[in-house]
């Protein structure tokens, strides 16, 4: 398994299912790492629903420089998404074999350049494409997103056996709308039933983040909302 020449830290943000977060986590992590002055790459490899493009409001392809992809930059974050390369709102039928050369020349030609991260978002589950590419590269830690209820944790545990198996540190569990306080009365309310098995001691799990569910939460990244976990959601990742 090759490191990429010159990206310090790999991670690989996933989910049990769909829905629960993964691509909003991935890309507020690397924008708040941007921000804290790191040099960052996102890579959108969910190819069911990439949403990266929308997040961050792309909608051309990447160019190509001698031989070399250039990534989309949003105040020095170096994106590419699946999502570049077909048409909005269209579905695509990636081929096994076509997509292990894609993930490939994702990761090798695209001109990443120098990075302390690279944050990789990839499809939910355990399928061709995360097996792909922890077959490519050295991943420094996998991020795992679900949200509390047991049936998202019985996938997060199909998930988390898997990495487990392949010999992929586990380093955070980010628990997403988790709850949400009401705008009148300030209390705190839990959305879903907890499931209280401990996945964290049962995976050796250190981190363990708790995100609330934000009303009226936009997608944009551009837009100027309270988000008011950015500390906390930056500590999934060892700083260097
Ligand atoms: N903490 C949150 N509070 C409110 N809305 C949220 C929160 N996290 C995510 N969302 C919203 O939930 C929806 C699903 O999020 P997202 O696309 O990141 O999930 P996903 O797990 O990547 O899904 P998929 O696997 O289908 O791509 C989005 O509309 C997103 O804005």
New binding site residues.
């Given amino acids: 398994m090759s490191k990429i020449n010159k990206i310090k830290k790999i991670y690989v943000v996933n ?1 049990g ?11 507020r992590l690397a924008f708040l790492l941007n921000k804290q002055k790191y040099k960052v790459g996102l890579l959108d490899l ?1 190819i ?4 990266i493009t929308n997040i961050f409001n792309i909608s051309n392809p990447p160019l190509v420089k001698e031989g070399k992809m250039l990534p989309y930059q949003n105040n020095g974050l170096k994106i590419v998404s699946m999502g570049m390369f077909v048409e909005k709102d269209k579905a695509f039928i990636w081929k096994g074999v076509i997509l292990k050369g894609i993930i490939k020349q994702l990761l090798n030609d695209v001109e990443w350049k120098e990075l302390d991260f690279l944050i990789i ?1 990839t ?2 589950g355990t399928g061709d494409i995360l097996i792909n590419l922890i077959q490519e590269i050295k991943i420094d830690g996998v991020i795992m ?1 679900t949200t509390p209820q047991a049936m998202s944790k019985a996938d997060v545990r199909r998930s988390l056996n898997m990495i487990k198996q392949l010999n992929i540190p586990i380093t955070s569990l980010v628990e ?2 988790s709850s ?1 306080t009401c705008p009148h009365c300030n209390e705190k309310i839990s959305i879903f039933k907890h499931d209280d098995s401990n996945i964290l001691s049962e995976y050796s799990i250190d981190k363990h983040i708790v ?5 009226n ?3 944009s990244i551009f837009e100027d909302i309270e988000w008011n976990i950015e500390k906390e959601l930056t500590e999934v990742v060892k700083i260097l």
């Fill in positions: 989910s299912k769909g829905g629960v977060g993964k691509s909003t986590i991935a890309s969910d069911h629903g990439p949403s978002d499809p939910p997103v997403n709308m949400f995100l609330p569910f934000e009303l939460y936009n997608d």
